[in-house]
Nanobody, 121 residues
Framework: QVPLVESGGGLVQAGDSLRLSCAAS????????MGWFRQAPGKEREFVSA????????DYADSVKGRFTISRDNAKDTVYLQMNSLKPEDAAVYYC??????????????WGQGTQVTVSS
């Protein structure tokens, strides 16, 4: 059973918006900080955003600050990433992860399969 399942990716134009969702399969997974990472072809996986279990603490990479918003609905075991003003450099496979709130992907124990985001200029 895949613990995390992302959805919402797609092909958009620069300036458009997308909302990614990540559904957790069980309470064990959802009672964690949640993070979003992305990986473009030929590049390392990079931190995008994270949110604490309570939803009070949020963190963003400088490259997305002011454009992306992370949120979660613990009743639905789901975390969201609202992405506005998308740029071509935002194109990547976006991964959802559950673990300790951190910029380091090694601190996240559970991972989804990823969802592709493509931004045309």
């Amino acid at each position: 059973q895949v613990p995390l399942v992302e959805s919402g990716g797609g092909l958009v134009q620069a300036g458009d918006s997308l909302r990614l969702s990540c559904a957790a399969s069980g309470r064990t997974v959802s009672r964690n900080a949640m993070g979003w990472f992305r990986q473009a072809p030929g590049k390392e996986r990079e931190f995008v955003s994270a949110i604490s279990w309570s939803g009070i603490s949020k963190d963003y990479a400088d490259s997305v600050k002011g454009r992306f918003t992370i949120s979660r609905d613990n009743a639905k075991d789901t975390v969201y990433l609202q992405m506005n003003s998308l740029k071509p450099e935002d194109a990547a496979v976006y991964y959802c992860a559950a673990g300790s709130m951190s910029w380091n992907h090694a601190d996240y124990r559970y991972w989804g399969q990823g969802t592709q985001v493509t931004v045309s200029s």
